[in-house]
T-cell receptor, first 113, second 115 residues
């Protein structure tokens, strides 16, 4: 069965620094991949998704993610973090090759001023 | 454009009771998905309805059920509540989730506490 691993439970960065959140998936074929963000004020939001095609995906709020088949990874990046980016981030893989997400346990992002 | 609304926002029930949660999607959206979020199990997919038909179902017992009406509003029902059903239940709507350019929008959730 497909699964997602987010190796980092917490990540702390300084405001203005770059960010990379790691996500590794387990699935035999080309997966559907997602990143979500959850914050108290905004609730849960879909940041971006990869279905096929270009392996570099642009999302909302200045985030991007790159699908690397050879590494079974779909890491989320942002060049300059803002204090408002502090939140919980979830990576997900489509279940059984579908668009139905199986979620990772999340990475909590803390942003220092 | 109004967002996804969920009612009620908070609910307290006792074991053995049943509960019905409601979700109103964004106007024009035909897909409604439900998710459960708990500290122990994290985020899990419950089911998806599209044009009044259940299109996908997650790995939950039959006590969890749902339906969708002709106006795309959806309800989910949990019968014979257990303590472990305490969770945040999230609803999301989209036009067509299989489409590459589609975006899913989430409601604020219903916080269910089972005593």
């Amino acid at each position: 069965a497909q699964s997602v691993t987010q190796p980092d439970i917490h990540i702390t960065v300084s405001e203005g620094a770059s960010l990379e959140l790691r996500c590794n998936y387990s699935y035999g074929a080309t997966p559907y991949l997602f990143w979500y963000v959850q914050s108290p004020g905004q609730g849960l939001q879909l940041l971006l998704k990869y279905f096929s095609g270009d392996t570099l995906v642009q999302g909302i709020k200045g985030f991007e993610a790159e699908f690397k088949r050879s590494q079974s990874s779909f890491n989320l990046r942002k060049p300059s973090v803002h204090w408002s980016d502090a939140a919980e981030y979830f990576c997900a893989v489509g279940s059984g090759g579908s668009y139905i997400p199986t979620f990772g346990r999340g990475t909590s992002l803390i942003v220092h001023p | 454009k109004a967002g996804v609304t969920q009612t009620p926002r908070y609910l307290i029930k006792t074991r053995g009771q049943q509960v019905t949660l409601s979700c109103s999607p964004i106007s024009g959206h035909r897909s409604v998905s439900w998710y459960q979020q708990t500290p122990g199990q994290g985020l899990q997919f419950l089911f998806e309805y599209f044009s009044e038909t259940q299109r996908n179902k997650g790995n939950f017992p039959g006590r969890f059920s749902g339906r969708q009406f002709s106006n795309s509003r959806s309800e989910m029902n949990v019968s014979t509540l257990e303590l472990g059903d305490s969770a945040l239940y999230l609803c999301a709507s989209s036009l067509e989730p299989t489409a590459k350019t589609d975006t899913q929008y989430f409601g604020p959730g219903t916080r269910l506490t089972v005593l």
